[in-house]
């Protein structure tokens, strides 16, 4: 049975109007953004001989926990935050089918974090074009590095929606949804950061590896959560 575009696009703008009343994932979307940058910006201003120290750094891959942890923090509340003000059941009972109501809540949720990834991954290119030592900028922002950014964050991005919202439909607290959901991408995490800082040495291959395994997992997240959305437990509040 074909999806209906109609109803998805009715999910995300439903979404969307939610995390606009809630100010708590509002806050959340700002300030872990905050927390990724300031760490680079340092090391970056703190520079005196860049080819020498940041020779075998990726700095810009620091940037890559925010799409690790900003979509999963907005994917924990999908379920349960729906639970908690009593507008899961009369949307459940809607025609709308499982996989287009869970399409639209991870689209909704990944449009903002690709967007909020992508724009202060661009503050912090033009901070330290504009503000950095002479010859950090030409030394740290490479190609492949930039590539890997554009590339990289909606695949992180959506396999940290599908672990949040996984999650969700199993936790009967927001804020418990929110910490489990933080932790279980903490792995994604530490892997973005281990590459940044080479201790996992960064090259084509293991790009090319990571992304098909990324392309792998979004797959293996979006069937896993269809099999754990259970209307009937769901309605019935049930674990």
């Not at 109007?17 to 959340?28: D, F, K, L, M, P």
């Not at 009967?172 to 792995?187: F, H, I, K, T």
């Not at 090259?203 to 590896?209: K, N, V």
Request: hydrophobic share 60%.
């Amino acid at each position: 049975m074909k999806l209906s575009r109609r109803r998805i696009r009715a999910i995300v703008r439903k979404e969307l109007r939610t995390y606009r009343r809630n100010a708590s994932i509002v806050v959340a979307m700002a300030v872990i953004p905050l927390l990724f940058i300031v760490q680079p910006l340092v090391s970056v201003f703190a520079v005196s001989a860049p080819e020498g120290q940041l020779g075998d750094h990726h700095e810009l891959l620091c940037l890559l926990g925010i799409p690790a942890l900003v979509p999963v923090m907005l994917a924990a509340y999908a379920v349960v935050g729906e639970r908690q003000e009593g507008t899961l059941e009369p949307l459940l009972g809607t025609p709308i089918r499982r996989d287009e109501l869970l399409l639209g809540k991870a689209l909704a949720v990944l449009a903002p974090a690709v967007a909020i990834a992508y724009a202060v991954f661009g503050i912090f290119l033009a901070l330290v074009v504009l503000f950095a030592r002479p010859g950090v900028a030409s030394a740290l922002i490479r190609g492949p590095d930039i590539v890997a950014q554009l590339i990289f964050t909606p695949l992180i991005a959506a396999w940290s929606i599908w672990i949040g919202i996984a999650i969700s439909t199993r936790a009967n607290d927001v804020r418990v949804a929110q910490q489990l959901s933080v932790l279980a991408s903490l792995p994604t995490l530490a892997v973005t950061t281990l590459i940044a800082f080479d201790v996992i040495h960064a090259s084509l291959g293991l790009g090319l590896a990571l992304g098909v395994a990324l392309l792998l997992l979004n797959r293996l997240g979006w069937r896993l959560v269809s099999a754990l959305f259970d209307r009937e437990r769901l309605i019935a509040g049930t674990d």
